[in-house]
T-cell receptor, first 115, second 112 residues
Framework: AQSVAQPEDQVNVAEGNPLTVKCTYS??????LFWYVQYPNRGLQFLLK??????LVKGSYGFEAEFNKSQTSFHLKKPSALVSDSALYFC?????????????FGPGTRLSVLP | EAGVTQFPSHSVIEKGQTVTLRCDPI?????LYWYRRVMGKEIKFLLH????????ESGMPNNRFLAERTGGTYSTLKVQPAELEDSGVYFC??????????FGPGTRLTVL
């Protein structure tokens, strides 16, 4: 069975500082990993994904994530945080061996970027 | 290209009543998924359609929930009768031939 952990409920960072939102996963097959962001009163927006290839994945709004197989992690990062990055971030995984399989989501991490 | 749309955005009903949620996926997307987030907890999978067929409905909580996707286009999720614990945000997502699922804005259901 797949599972995703996001160990921090809340991350606070000052504007301009680097940010990291942590995610670890468990999956029996090949992990397909995703990050989504939810802004207030909005739906989930796709940020980036790792399927295969380069472990460092770049996505929307300057975000990137690094796939680390040995640590089963897929932490989301951004070199310089903006106040507008404040939102709820979800990590998700699915087993790459099963086409169309549903995602398993982490509980979400609320990011607050302070001016 | 229009994204995934959901209707209504909010619904407030009383326990025992019936509610029907609608999802319009991105045009051409064969895969359609329903998820829900209850009480600020994890987003949980409910079911998956491929075109009009139910591929996986292992996440449906009980037989008070009925999902349909007639014609393989839009989908409805009916809750009958609604219970207090059904309150939450119901998300729909669609995908086509790729791994990325695109989500709608969600329907916030409140059962009083």
């Amino acid at each position: 069975a797949q599972s995703v952990a996001q160990p921090e409920d809340q991350v606070n960072v000052a504007e301009g500082n680097p940010l990291t939102v942590k995610c670890t996963y468990s999956v029996s097959g090949n992990p397909y990993l995703f990050w989504y962001v939810q802004y207030p009163n909005r739906g989930l927006q796709f940020l980036l994904k790792y399927i295969t290839g380069d472990n460092l994945v770049k996505g929307s709004y300057g975000f990137e994530a690094e796939f680390n197989k040995s640590q089963t992690s897929f932490h989301l990062k951004k070199p310089s945080a903006l106040v507008s990055d404040s939102a709820l971030y979800f990590c998700a995984v699915r087993d790459g061996a099963n086409y169309g399989q549903n995602f398993v989501f982490g509980p979400g991490t609320r990011l607050s970027v302070l001016p | 290209e229009a994204g995934v749309t959901q209707f209504p955005s909010h619904s407030v009903i009383e326990k025992g009543q019936t509610v029907t949620l609608r999802c319009d996926p991105i045009s051409g997307h064969d895969n359609l998924y329903w998820y829900r987030r209850v009480m600020g907890k994890e987003i949980k999978f409910l079911l998956h359609f491929v075109k009009e067929s139910k591929q996986d409905e292992s996440g449906m909580p009980n037989n008070r929930f009925l999902a349909e996707r007639t014609g393989g286009t839009y989908s409805t999720l009916k809750v009958q009768p609604a219970e207090l614990e059904d309150s939450g945000v119901y998300f729909c997502a669609s995908s086509q031939g790729t791994d990325t699922q695109y989500f709608g804005p969600g329907t916030r259901l409140t059962v009083l």
